[in-house]
């Protein structure tokens, strides 16, 4: 089964979790941290634990909003603790829901669904544009 933890500078984390169990329904095997300027819990620190209670279970992963940013760098440094966890930068939708839907994820299909989640990313203006092209050059 896979772990996932999501986490991110203000609410995006939690936003990602909601939408995700509106798509797919509620799944227990995802959690949501945010990271505050004034927040009483360090996000570090309640990402170990949720690493910990998990890391012979589950394969984890930890999807962080931006890569260099301070949550992500966080996360990081639990990397020399915990070598098993797998941090992937730059989250997205369709990549949190293909890793929640999967059973078993080699590193191989991980590749995969990265590359597909960030070709989702799209200009939909020139999408249309190019669509609109292609019909003027049939007519």
Do not use: W
Not at 4 to 23: F, P, Q, R, V, Y
Not at 26 to 46: C, G, H, P, W
Not at 89 to 115: C, F, R, T
């Amino acid at each position: 089964m896979n772990q996932i933890i999501l986490a991110s500078h203000g609410e995006l984390a939690k936003g990602m979790k909601n939408t995700l169990d509106m798509i797919v329904g509620d799944l227990k095997t995802v959690q949501a941290f945010s990271s505050y300027r004034d927040e009483e819990k360090n996000i570090k620190e309640l990402i170990e634990k949720e690493i910990k209670d998990n890391y012979e279970k589950n394969d984890i992963y930890v999807l962080t909003d931006i890569l260099g940013g301070s949550v992500n760098n966080e996360v990081m440094s639990l990397l020399k603790d915990y070598p098993k966890i797998h941090i992937i930068a730059g989250m997205n939708l369709p990549l949190v829901i293909s890793i929640a839907i999967s059973e078993s994820i080699s590193d191989g299909l991980l590749k995969q669904l990265i590359k597909e989640s960030q070709q989702s990313i799209t200009d939909c203006n020139q999408l249309i544009s190019k669509s609109l092209n292609r019909k003027e050059e049939n007519l």
